[in-house]
């Protein structure tokens, strides 16, 4: 079945980056922020509930689980992942492991964050009922081409079988920092990072909504808004120094140098390939790439201590005129059409400001369409997921 005028399609992607990934969260809670002033909300809004489909790598998939498949605000990830970083960061291996960082301690902290939220630590990654999210991950054994994906919805394919802390695991398994991990009900060989292949998912993330769409009949078009965030600008010299010498071998013994090297011009060239695409297509409007452009090279991805200096890099970029005009143009899309009524942070539902005739609005839940004069849904519990207008949108410059 096609909506009328189109699908509701709005993509959030998030870079991998280490304790940097932070950043990402305070691009991110700058734009749920607009949004919560704009409808004059009395709390915190969910990024669940603005972004149909979510997706990341490494630290930015445990970001994107976080958000999508835990439905936190963006305040609680902030806590969760500050308190995640400190307890795996902060306490490094001997010179005697392979790697730098005790993945035990990683696991119990994701475990912990899983149990907080929704109760139970082993809950498993596939949820029907929430936000469309997956992380990139890679077999060991399998590395280059397309990563696996992890999701929390079906394809009409076999899922990969796993639970929220083992996905959050493979998608961090980067080489030198922690060791690959292999899922306790599937079959089949490790996973690791998907930084090494594609640290910004942006054209994953794109390639997976379509398909997606797709094939549940509904008509693939461009998505209404995507938004990129990554976690500053990367050098290859810093990804070195992250490494440490100690640690600049993988579990093979081979020289991980080509993988930093990639993982440091991957983000920067898939975002310059994504914008002239939307370009061409006379849609650069529907497409946001935030990433601070100074001070974050200082930064290794494991110095959490340096909290304070990444949030300090972040506001000066986001203080810029050209970011905040572009944010407020990325959040006119994001608001496109208005949520009548939001879960939020502390309550249940809020309800937005602004009205919208029911003959604009067309709801579509588990493939069947039904009139909805009074509500409008996200892609949240008890909601349906696409919202379609009978008039293509035009943003007024």
Not at 49 to 76: H, K, P, Q
Not at 245 to 267: E, H
């Amino acid at each position: 079945m096609e909506h009328q005028g189109g699908l509701r399609m709005n993509l959030l992607s998030l870079d991998g980056g280490g304790i940097r990934g932070l950043s990402s969260l305070f691009i991110l809670q700058n734009v749920m922020e607009k949004i919560r002033f704009i409808h004059d909300l009395s709390a915190e809004p969910l990024p669940c509930n603005y972004f149909d489909m979510i997706c990341g790598t490494s630290t930015g998939g445990i970001i994107a689980l976080m958000l999508g498949r835990l439905r936190m605000s963006v305040t609680e990830c902030i806590a969760a992942y500050l308190t995640m970083s400190e307890k795996v960061f902060g306490q490094p291996q001997d010179f005697t492991k392979r790697e730098k960082f005790d993945p035990q301690a990683l696991e119990e902290a994701i475990k912990t964050a899983v149990e907080q939220k929704i109760g139970d630590p082993d809950a498993p990654l596939q949820d029907a009922t929430g936000c469309k999210t997956f992380v990139c991950a890679y077999e060991s054994k399998a590395l280059g081409g397309s990563p696996v994906l992890l999701r929390t919805y079906q394809t009409g394919s076999a899922p990969i079988s796993c639970t929220i802390w083992e996905a959050a695991r493979a998608t961090s398994a980067a080489p030198t920092f922690f060791p690959p991990i292999k899922f306790g009900s599937q079959t089949g060989g490790d996973f690791i990072d998907g930084g090494i292949g594609c640290n910004n998912p942006t054209k994953v993330l794109i390639k997976e909504a379509k398909s997606y769409y797709r094939m549940k009949a509904y008509k693939a078009t461009q998505p209404t808004c995507l938004v990129s965030i990554g976690t500053g600008q990367k050098d290859l010299i810093q990804l070195h120094r992250a490494a440490s010498i100690f640690w600049f071998k993988d579990r093979s013994g081979l020289s991980i140098a080509p993988a930093l090297g990639k993982i440091a011009t991957d983000c920067e060239n898939t975002h310059d390939e994504v914008f002239l695409t939307y370009l061409e297509n006379d849609a650069r409007d529907r497409y946001y790439r935030f990433n601070v452009p100074q001070g974050m090279q200082e930064i290794l991805l494991d110095e959490w201590r340096k909290k304070d200096d990444i949030k300090a890099y972040t506001d000066k970029y986001l203080r810029l005129n050209q970011t905040e005009q572009e944010l407020l143009d990325c959040v006119k899309y994001l608001n496109y059409p208005p949520p009548r009524v939001l879960e939020t942070q502390g309550s249940q539902y809020q309800s937005g400001q602004e009205r919208l005739s029911p003959q604009r609005l067309q709801i579509t839940q588990g493939g069947s369409s039904f009139q909805a004069p009074n509500l409008v849904f996200g892609s949240s519990q008890l909601q349906g997921n696409f919202v379609g207008l009978e008039q293509p949108l035009s943003r007024q410059r």
